[in-house]
């Protein structure tokens, strides 16, 4: 086969991968948020846009990625660092911090919905040690902040694995002589997090952060396991349009609403964080 033909046989499959899975549900769901039975129209996205709930579930959406990711990545960054300079069990420490990975998001709610509920660890805990006489309950429109809480720190616990995972393999791709040559000439361990690891793993940054405020952006089964109605968000609302009240046309807004947040997210960290050109790691 001719040397110039095989790169384009090679991508073939995941092209038409894409546009039969991404590119054509993709336009579908354009044309509905876009048209109605008179054609073209923005009709959708004003119905979404001024609904009571939009800027509610929009603010709770991106404080919460605020709040999360963050603390995500120092997690994340401490962690992969732990790992990378452990001479034994490194592979039992990873396996044990990545097993969040395989519980499902809804799952991940339930777990810490346990912790949190009246009868959950927590009401006997607080119990045991004599902090209340009896169960209370935690999750209420009463304790917003806690609401807020319990799902933040169900979020961090779910998808901190995911950012770990990618950085672990960026450490791993940094060259050895670099530390070495550094500690030569006297670098303390914190300069040379900061002269060398964390400029050679900006690309391993860069697409763990991608990736992590997308997920952000999209949370919904943790949100409506521990908060349920009392904290909306732009993903809960999506669902709430095409299941709860039909409406094919604003749930499909909703969704392009939620994909360009992500992509102005992503343009924000990839300007950031920006690869110079000829770097490898």
Do not use: H
Request: charged content about 10%; some cysteine.
């Amino acid at each position: 086969m001719n040397a110039r033909i095989l790169p384009y046989v090679l991508i073939l499959p995941v092209t038409l991968f894409l546009c039969l899975f991404f590119i054509y549900p993709f336009v579908l769901v354009a044309k509905q948020a876009f048209t109605t039975g008179a054609g073209f129209t923005m009709d959708n996205f004003r119905e979404v846009v001024s609904y009571w709930k939009f800027p509610i579930s929009l603010k709770n959406t991106l404080l919460l990625a605020a709040a999360v990711v963050p603390i995500q990545l120092a997690l994340s960054l401490l962690m992969a660092t732990m790992v990378t300079k452990m001479k034994r069990g490194r592979d039992l420490v990873l396996y044990v911090w990545t097993i969040p990975l395989g519980i499902s998001d809804l799952a991940a709610g339930l777990i810490w919905l346990a912790i949190f509920e009246q009868s959950g660890f927590l009401n006997s805990m607080m119990q045991g040690v004599g902090i209340v006489d009896k169960p209370v309950n935690l999750l209420t429109f009463q304790n917003p902040g806690l609401v807020f809480i319990a799902i933040a720190l169900a979020e961090i616990w779910r998808a901190t694995a995911i950012m770990l995972v990618i950085l672990v393999a960026g450490i791993g791709l940094i060259p050895k002589e670099y530390y070495e040559a550094a500690e030569v000439f006297g670098a303390s361990p914190w300069k040379r997090f900061l002269r060398i690891t964390l400029p050679m793993l900006r690309p391993s940054l860069q697409t763990a952060l991608v990736l992590r405020v997308i997920m952000a952006f999209e949370v919904f089964a943790v949100v409506a396991a521990l908060g349920g109605t009392l904290f909306p968000v732009l993903m809960g609302e999506t669902y709430a349009y095409q299941f709860d009240l039909l409406n094919n046309g604003a749930a499909a807004a909703m969704a392009l609403i939620i994909l360009v947040i992500s992509i102005a997210a992503t343009l924000v960290i990839l300007r950031a964080l920006r690869v110079p050109k000829g770097a490898t790691i």
